[in-house]
């Protein structure tokens, strides 16, 4: 079961599966969000292992440096896009503001 705020178009109540794969070559990660037995929500994501050396690191910090900039793009556009197709937006509630040990 899930104790924070996720995202303002999801409830609160609601169950996460994770399936996470790991082996020399590959590593992939699956989430699915569930609530009332109905799945809501799948993210994936997959990627392939590389040797680690200055030639990729330099090639990765090329290849990524605007990287969190695009993210948050992409994260509005989506939320933009999922609230155009009718989700409704839910605040954060009362215990979600605080912090829980």
Known sequence: ???MYVSPFFNRDGKYDFSFKYD???VSLKIDLYE???KM????FSGNSLHYNEEN?????????F?????VIRTVWQSLKLY???MKF???EEIDTKRRH
Do not use: I
């Open 36 to 38: 009332e037995n109905k």
């Open 84 to 86: 155009l197709k009718g």
């Open 41 to 44: 929500l799948t993210a994936s």
């Open 57 to 65: 690191l330099m090639k990765l910090f090329l290849k990524h440096t």
């Open 67 to 71: 990287l969190t900039t695009f993210v």
């Open 1 to 3: 079961m899930k104790d």
């Open 90 to 92: 839910r605040k954060a």
């Open 24 to 26: 020399e070559e590959n």
